[in-house]
């Protein structure tokens, strides 16, 4: 079910909900936006609710209009800033999702228009779901909303809604690939699904197995060989109107599609959250449709690198030696540390293509990220100050957060093999820094590079404020505001 989000400049008569945002500490004010023959049963609940306008948090009462009663939301936005109404629009939707409830009214007035655009991002981003496996639902589990009006909003919030309105639908794109089964989502099915961007105005170029292997993607290929579904190289080229000449910028994600381990085969426990082991690549997929929807003046191509890392009698073993499209030897020490075997050559490959000046990978490429950062913040590696805080800057605007982490030559070391250039793990200590150490050895003369660690973040096992549990949607709203900041002013 798509939420449909309306400005109007009144208040509709057929509104299931009226919905009022409130401040932190400012209940007061909003009660003097209700009937007053209400304030003093509401004040009341609303004080043992001990709700007080936090965002994100909301309170439900009812109000009786002639012979109807109608439902009455509050919700928190906090100190009242842009943030702070998203999270207030996701607590509506999670309020009013499955409640019988099939449309609702919120009343903004004297909101800014990013403030009010911010909360209709809020409502839809927590409305998406993944239903179209479940067969015995039961209606009270159904989502019902179908339509947020939206009133009292500054002039420009309809504008403003527009682009943050294919920003949505980016995310929901990404959340769509990483929620889908290895069965159903795998290099070739990845591929057939972002044939749709094509409608958006966007280009695909697909390399197959057999043109990745004349071109020497050995690291690649080999994460792939053990599977009976073969690898794909996906380019989705986006060029706007007025974007600049020149090379474009260039983001990359890995697309494991399903990781096992291969040969190094993970514990079954948890192995079927290995699904989501395409995050990066799903995250490109659905930045670049939303560059297309909002048709940004950018010249940006997305790479994918997909592979499913399966154990049969054909896969990599430890110890083997692949060689890569630069020419660099690999010692495969471990075959469960294939994600930067198969962003090595997708890196090599861009840059000898494309020429770009700036390249940001996204990987779900190590545990140690998550034991190091948790699920608050995504790690970060770069080889250039102003990319690095240019997208730490990104990530607090979004609320897609990154904390950087350190590169350097005593890690390099770590990493270098007896009998090959390079080997693909290093020791136990500073997992997550080796890994990025790697994929450096693969960035050649002066390009920009950043490499996004978010393994702790593509998904949630509980719901957050703006998405429900599962597939988080993470890196979509990151590159699209660092795009924006990079290339637009």
């Not at 659905?286 to 997909?306: E, F, I, S, T």
């Not at 896969?315 to 075959?335: F, H, K, L, Y």
Request: include cysteine; proline fraction near 4%; charge should be negative.
């Amino acid at each position: 079910m798509r939420m449909i989000i309306e400005f109007v400049s009144g208040q509709p008569g057929d509104r299931d909900v009226l919905v009022v945002p409130v401040a932190s500490g400012a209940v007061p004010a909003a009660l003097d936006r209700l009937p007053a023959d209400h304030r003093a049963i509401l004040a009341g609940a609303i004080e043992q609710a001990r709700f007080d306008g936090a965002a994100g948090t909301a309170f439900e009462g009812w109000l009786s209009q002639g012979p109807l009663v109608r439902r009455l939301l509050l919700v928190g936005t906090g100190s009242g800033d842009a943030a702070g109404f998203e999270r207030a629009g996701g607590a509506l939707t999670a309020r009013l999702q499955i409640s019988g409830a099939t449309s609702a009214f919120a009343d903004l007035s004297g909101a800014s228009a990013d403030n009010a655009a911010r909360f209709a991002l809020g409502t839809v981003l927590r409305g998406w779901r993944i239903d179209r496996y479940r067969t015995r639902l039961a209606d009270k589990q159904k989502p019902t909303l179908e339509r947020v009006a939206i009133a009292g909003a500054g002039e420009g919030a309809e504008g403003a809604w527009d682009r943050l309105r294919a920003v949505a639908e980016g995310v929901a794109f990404t959340r769509e690939l990483v929620s889908e089964p290895g069965n159903v989502i795998y290099p070739e099915s990845f591929v057939e699904r972002c044939q749709r961007l094509t409608e958006a105005g966007l280009a695909l170029e697909v390399l197959d197995e057999k043109q990745m292997a004349e071109l020497g993607m050995g690291a690649f290929i080999g994460v792939g060989q053990g599977s009976v579904r073969p690898p794909r190289l996906l380019a989705i080229t986006w060029k706007g109107e007025g974007a600049a000449d020149g090379a474009p910028l260039v983001l990359i994600g890995k697309g494991v599609t399903f990781d096992t381990g291969g040969i190094s085969i993970k514990p079954a426990a948890g192995m079927e959250d290995m699904k989501w082991d395409m995050g990066g690549a799903g995250a490109v997929a659905g930045a670049m449709l939303a560059l297309a929807r909002r048709k940004a003046p950018v010249h940006v191509v997305g790479v994918c690198a997909l592979a499913e890392n399966m154990p049969d009698g054909n896969a990599q073993r430890p110890g083997d030696i692949v060689t890569t499209m630069s020419g660099q030897t690999v010692e495969v020490i471990n075959t469960d540390a294939e994600g930067r075997l198969v962003l090595c050559d997708a890196i090599t490959w861009a840059q000898r293509k494309y020429k770009p000046k700036t390249i940001v990978d996204l990987a779900t490429l190590t545990g140690a990220m998550i034991i190091s950062l948790g699920r608050e913040h995504g790690g970060m590696f770069a080889n250039d100050d102003a990319l690095a805080a240019r997208l730490t800057e990104c990530g607090l605007a979004t609320g897609e957060k990154l904390w950087r982490f350190p590169l350097g030559d005593a890690y390099d070391k770590l990493i270098d093999s007896p009998i090959a250039d390079i080997k693909n793990v290093g020791p136990r200590d500073a997992g997550s820094i080796t890994a990025a150490q790697f994929l450096k050895r693969f960035v050649e003369g002066d390009t920009r590079w950043a490499h996004l660690d978010i393994a702790g973040m593509v998904w949630s096992d509980k719901d957050g404020p703006t998405y429900a549990k599962g597939a988080t949607g993470y890196g979509v709203r990151l590159l699209d505001a660092f795009v924006a900041a990079e290339l637009e002013g």
